[in-house]
């Protein structure tokens, strides 16, 4: 059964960087052997999310890169994939767009901003995920 995995921000170091959870949720999934995409909401988040992942300290190295960057991607551990880009679905979806994922994928992570009033279209994505049957979980970070 397909699962969505709701993470929901509270701690002052998500809060103030939010995406810096997206670069631990990659990370742990890198760890456990995972392919993951990542589906930014804009290029310049994609790129973003690239300087960061690079930036995740001495022992971390996660093999990634953008979508359409380069013929071997698929080859990327972590594959970030901005709204333009055509990439194909992987068994992990990091998904950071305004949309729910379609079907494709065995589990999805929604990053929940910290933000009371950003969180009612994820309360709408939680409802539509139910509605597909997927396991449903949150996670206070």
Known sequence: MSRADFYLIQSPRFKEEPLRLVC????KAHDAGLPTLILARSAEQAEQLDDMLWDMGE????????AGMDEDEDEADVLIAAPES????RALVINLRDAAVADGFERVLEVVPADDSARGP???RWKQYQARGLSLNKHDM
């Open 86 to 89: 055509d990439a194909a679905l």
């Open 122 to 124: 994820l309360r709408e």
């Open 24 to 27: 631990e949720l990659a990370r």
């Open 59 to 66: 022992d971390a190295y996660i093999p990634h890169q953008i």
